[in-house]
């Protein structure tokens, strides 16, 4: 065989391996999003610090001189998501989940008021966005449905989480962030996503 061709065949072969590769990972893939889809498995999401850094809204809303906490302050909040910052780790986290098939749900611990265009906002990563404000609103929701797993900042995410059956997985907080209580990371001895507070 001459030199040529030897090249020629080495390279053949490389591609053929490659594309088995590809092959196997795609079926792999396939695989996965299969038992997912059908088991209906799902991941949550906390809304507030988790999926989002939200402290501008909130400033916005006690800015605007609507009493706090009513139903015009919670309007003002759910509305003004042009100023929310993206997390980083926990979006691709949501879309590598997604992509393996799982229905991402976020469960945003605020009241309804004025919320319609947010779940709008969200619905190409969730389909399902609960109000789930009030006590034990988030293990009532987390509770119905296959859930794996629940991304939530707040320490009482995390008791919630275990209360409804589903590992919880923490979130760093913004050092910046509005809210400062009912925050100890690790101390609940839970998963802590590292570099999630940006
Ligand atoms: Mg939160």
């Given at each position: 065989m001459g030199e040529l061709t030897k090249k020629a065949k080495a390279k053949v072969d490389k591609g053929v391996s490659n594309a088995k590769k590809i092959l196997s990972l795609m079926m792999i893939w396939g695989l996965i999003f299969s038992v997912v889809t059908i088991g209906r498995l799902r991941v949550a999401f906390d809304y507030?610090?988790?999926?989002?850094?939200s402290t501008p809204a909130m400033r916005k809303a006690y800015s605007s001189g609507a009493i706090p906490h009513t139903a015009q302050f919670w309007k003002i909040v759910n509305q003004s998501y042009d100023l929310e910052q993206p997390k980083f780790m926990t979006h691709a986290i949501a879309w590598v989940f997604r992509l393996a098939g799982f229905q991402p749900t976020i469960l945003v611990?605020?009241?309804?008021?004025?919320?319609e265009p947010l779940r709008k906002e969200w619905r190409h990563l969730a389909p399902k966005l609960v109000f789930a404000s009030g006590a034990d609103a988030k293990r009532v929701a987390l509770s119905q449905?296959?859930?794996l797993l629940f991304f939530g900042d707040s320490d009482t995410d995390i008791r919630e989480a275990r209360a409804a059956h589903v590992f919880p997985v923490r979130i760093r907080r913004s050092r910046t962030s509005i809210f400062k209580e009912d925050y100890h990371p690790g101390s609940l001895h839970e998963l802590v996503i590292p570099f999630s507070e940006y």
């Amino acid at each position: 065989m001459g030199e040529l061709t030897k090249k020629a065949k080495a390279k053949v072969d490389k591609g053929v391996s490659n594309a088995k590769k590809i092959l196997s990972l795609m079926m792999i893939w396939g695989l996965i999003f299969s038992v997912v889809t059908i088991g209906r498995l799902r991941v949550a999401f906390d809304y507030d610090d988790t999926l989002v850094f939200s402290t501008p809204a909130m400033r916005k809303a006690y800015s605007s001189g609507a009493i706090p906490h009513t139903a015009q302050f919670w309007k003002i909040v759910n509305q003004s998501y042009d100023l929310e910052q993206p997390k980083f780790m926990t979006h691709a986290i949501a879309w590598v989940f997604r992509l393996a098939g799982f229905q991402p749900t976020i469960l945003v611990s605020r009241p309804p008021d004025g919320g319609e265009p947010l779940r709008k906002e969200w619905r190409h990563l969730a389909p399902k966005l609960v109000f789930a404000s009030g006590a034990d609103a988030k293990r009532v929701a987390l509770s119905q449905g296959n859930y794996l797993l629940f991304f939530g900042d707040s320490d009482t995410d995390i008791r919630e989480a275990r209360a409804a059956h589903v590992f919880p997985v923490r979130i760093r907080r913004s050092r910046t962030s509005i809210f400062k209580e009912d925050y100890h990371p690790g101390s609940l001895h839970e998963l802590v996503i590292p570099f999630s507070e940006y």
